[in-house]
């Protein structure tokens, strides 16, 4: 949050009619088609892919890498939307990035990733706009007068001499969809949603196409999919409410499609809903990060990609829109908060993803952005700064600076432009900034960007994932997928590869899945739609319709049509699965093991939960009058031999 959001929340209470139209260009495919450049010449210190284990990212040796990160914005726009595009004066602290990244009118390229790397930089979080994907145009000689070799290329093509370079030079990059126009973010600018003023399928469309692009890329690292998701003039956005602005489901289909069509390979990272509502007091409002996360998460089809993310300044708060004057409240900033106050806070609005392990959202969290002005005199917004880059570099968080690079001068060698920027250059390329004496956030940048974190492997543990059929299918095995649709016509739910069903929900539809190499590598699946595999004097629920996997086969998914059991899919096992096992009943309370493992996966609803030991063969349920035909009952039996301890612990 850049800019501050009193004026987005001036305009709620004053603008009248609609958000003008974002750029409307040519189709994106007659632009995104050459590959970009490979990455080369840098020092090896991490392997690529990037992946998850539990809250840490490990790279492809399962060594931790910590993402110590700086934004370098410009791609995705500077202008503030009125006025002369060509004025400096009306983009965002004077400075005109041409929509391609800062700095490159000013430094030479080789020059400023050096200057980023002895920040102790290891990646850079990389925005750019949908616009300029799309913008045929050559960039000014001027914006890139420090690196003519960049002339008379789109900001889409000096966006892949960027990445070259970083990636050249050893650097990870996360491609960040920062806004649909190229123009500053984030007020009421036609950028608040990622489908604001086009389909969320045409969205996806333009991820696809660019991590196409750069495929071929080892060190292009992640997808982070939209910034700041926030209220326009007349919606809010939810998380999970099945509509047109529900940016949960939206995150899942971009998510989705981009490891499954374009590179599998890529972390994705997911930022909670930024804003909400008026910011008037007594009007609900608030900025709920990644809260929702703890009831509602995500399951992608490569299960260890996920990464959350959440954005923290000193001058906003938890239900504070940042403003002054017109829409400012009287909640608390975060830079008003004690120190206690202050952890309370990050921790239930981001820190417990991480934190809480063993949980259905579980997954590395990464601050991908905060910032300070170098010329901040205030008591209160240093002191907040103090307190987050300590909380930070306690918990050994990932993190990027907001921003990295700026202008310390304007055209005319006057001071000016983003005193927030860790790296400043003036007219003449002359640096100032962290690196440099006189900056007071040096003391705090150093020990964050220096203390050493955990490092080495990071062992594999179980893993949780959610299955939520609320509103679509949740299909979550690519092996299933490549078979087709199994029970036309019901809600579907199917674990990841990999994984095993450990628990439904009574009602609500939801499931849980846990890490599990049960599956044989061969063999497909069955879909079972009646009691033909109970064995004669098998009857574990008596007077219970009963879907119950073949022998030596397990659960890995559920269908249903309405609140009605459909079908239930079983896969075959490896290695010889025991029989027997017990009846769990779910249907008048919850019943899971000692603990909860996996967390609560089906908030406010009847759960039942295998043990960690034991495997789902078959589900129960009832179509008795006036009694509800979800699921009832489990039936659980024991995991054959070693795997009873250790099979969680694969995959």
Request: net charge neutral; proline share 7%; hydrophobic share 35%.
């Amino acid at each position: 949050m850049k800019s501050l959001l009193r004026a987005v929340f001036c305009a709620l209470l004053l603008v009248a009619g609609a958000v003008s139209a974002p750029f409307a260009g040519p189709a994106l495919a007659a632009q995104v088609t050459a590959p970009a450049p490979g990455a080369g010449g840098g020092a090896e210190t991490w392997t690529p892919p990037l992946s998850t284990r539990g809250r840490y990212i490990v790279d492809a040796q399962g060594n931790r890498f910590r993402l110590s990160s700086g934004n370098w914005d410009g791609a995705q726009g500077s202008w503030n939307g009125s006025g002369d595009r060509n004025d400096p004066a009306t983009h965002h602290s004077g400075q005109n990035a041409h929509g391609i990244p800062i700095g490159l009118d000013r430094v030479p390229l080789p020059t400023l990733v050096a200057d980023f790397r002895a920040l102790g930089l290891n990646s850079i979080r990389l925005p750019f706009s949908n616009e300029m994907l799309r913008d045929s145009a050559a960039v000014p000689d001027a914006a890139v007068a420090a690196n003519p070799a960049l002339r008379g290329r789109t900001p889409l093509q000096v966006y892949d001499a960027v990445v070259a370079a970083l990636t050249g030079a050893g650097f990870a990059v996360i491609l960040n969809n920062h806004t649909v126009t190229t123009r500053w973010c984030c007020g009421l600018d036609g950028n608040e949603r990622w489908n604001s003023g086009r389909s969320t399928a045409q969205w996806a469309d333009d991820w696809v196409l660019l991590a196409r692009r750069y495929r071929d890329n080892p060190r292009v690292v992640g997808a982070d999919l939209y910034n700041e998701v926030r209220r326009d003039v007349f919606d809010d956005p939810n998380w999970g409410l099945g509509d047109n602005h529900d940016w949960h489901a939206a995150a899942q289909e971009a998510a989705d499609r981009i490891l499954t069509e374009a590179n599998p390979n890529l972390l994705i990272v997911v930022e909670g809903i930024n804003w909400f509502g008026l910011p008037v007091d007594g009007f609900p409002h608030g900025r709920p990060t990644l809260t929702p996360v703890r009831t509602l998460s995500h399951t992608l089809v490569a299960s260890n990609k996920l990464v959350y993310s959440a954005h923290f300044y000193g001058y906003t708060g938890p239900r504070h829109s940042g403003a002054t004057g017109i829409g400012e409240t009287s909640d608390l900033r975060y830079q008003d908060m004690t120190a206690a106050e202050l952890e309370q806070t990050l921790y239930d609005q981001a820190f417990f993803v991480s934190a809480e392990t063993g949980a259905h959202f579980t997954a590395p969290v990464w601050i991908s952005e905060f910032g300070i002005g170098a010329d901040e005199t205030g008591a209160a917004p240093r002191t907040w700064f103090d307190r987050l880059t300590g909380y930070l570099t306690r918990s050994d968080a990932d993190f990027a600076y907001w921003p990295l690079a700026g202008w310390s001068t304007d055209a005319q060698g006057n001071p000016g432009g983003d005193s927030w920027a860790l790296l400043r250059y003036d007219a003449a390329g002359r640096r100032s900034g962290v690196l440099d004496p006189g900056d007071w956030r040096t003391a705090r940048w150093s020990p964050l960007a220096t203390t050493p974190g955990r490092t080495g492997p990071v062992p594999a543990t179980p893993a949780w994932y959610q299955l939520t059929t609320d509103h679509r299918d949740h299909n979550a095995s690519l092996s299933t997928r490549a078979t087709g649709d199994w029970d036309s016509g019901a809600r579907k739910a199917v674990c990841p590869d990999g994984a095993r069903l450990a628990g439904l929900a009574h009602t609500g539809g939801r499931g849980l899945c846990t890490t599990s190499d049960l599956r044989a590598p061969t063999g497909g699946h069955t879909v079972v739609r009646d009691e033909r595999y109970v064995p004669a004097g098998g009857d574990w629920a008596t007077g219970y319709t009963k879907f119950q996997c073949p022998g030596g086969q397990f659960l890995i998914g559920y269908s249903l049509r309405g609140e009605r059991v459909s079908a239930a899919l079983c896969a075959p096992a490896r290695t010889a699965l025991p029989g027997g096992g017990r009846t769990l009943w779910f249907d008048r309370g919850d019943n899971r093991p000692p603990g909860g493992p996996g967390g609560d996966f089906g908030y406010g609803n009847y759960k039942g939960q295998c043990l960690p030991t034991e495997y789902a063969a078959g589900i129960a349920f009832t179509t008795r009058a006036a009694t509800r035909p979800s699921p009832a009952a489990l039936l659980c039996r024991p995991l054959p031999g070693p795997d009873a301890l250790q099979d969680g612990v694969r995959g």
